[in-house]
């Protein structure tokens, strides 16, 4: 990822920050490069996390370890398609994303959300997700697997082009 305004990680190093004495043990990863990396290191040294905080740097196929961690998050000001979120799903993570443009239809029904900045909305968010027990993060995944049949599988995305109104329409003619 990129180390950006764009994907906020101001936020959930914050939410982190607060939630901390009820997530014992934790770790929050954070996976990327870019111009902010000084200042979020900082912003963790000042909240007093920086030994709970591992920056990771620029991981290459980073999806590949998404198995690895408990809870994905995506703390964006603005997203298209959220490729990252995507890949989350597909390693059968419990998600947390906030509620832009691109993470708040991938997340509906498949995850939990939080207002776009909103540290202590997101604190509470980690702090819920962290006391999950399996079967309530299995029928998370559950949730997420039937979103990505129901959606995004190729029959699925067949059937919903083909049935445009637009399209529809055309084929009339």
């Known amino acids: 990822g990129r180390l950006h305004e764009d994907k906020d ?5 914050k939410a982190f920050a607060h939630a901390r004495d009820a997530l014992p043990g934790s770790k929050l990863i954070v996976a990327g490069k870019g111009r902010l990396e000084t200042e979020l290191k900082s912003l963790t040294s000042e909240l007093g996390v920086t030994d709970k905080v591992i920056f990771l740097g620029m991981v290459p ?6 198995k690895a961690f408990d809870t994905f998050v995506l703390s ?3 997203e298209g398609l959220p490729v990252s979120l995507l890949e989350a799903f597909a390693a059968e993570q419990v ?4 509620e832009c443009n691109g993470n708040k239809e991938a997340i509906s029904e ?13 604190a ?5 997700t962290f006391h999950l027990n399996n079967a309530e993060r299995m029928n998370i995944v559950g949730k997420v697997n039937r979103k990505i049949s129901q959606h995004f599988t190729e029959s699925a995305v067949r059937q919903y082009f083909w049935s445009m109104p637009a399209l529809k329409a055309r084929l009339k003619k």
């Open 76 to 78: 964006s000001i603005r």
């Open 124 to 128: 509470e968010q980690l702090k819920k």
């Open 9 to 13: 990680q101001k936020t959930l190093i």
């Open 61 to 66: 196929e980073f999806y590949k370890y998404l």
């Open 110 to 122: 498949a995850g939990y959300s939080f207002p776009i900045g909103d540290h202590k909305k997101l």
């Open 95 to 98: 998600c947390i994303a906030s």
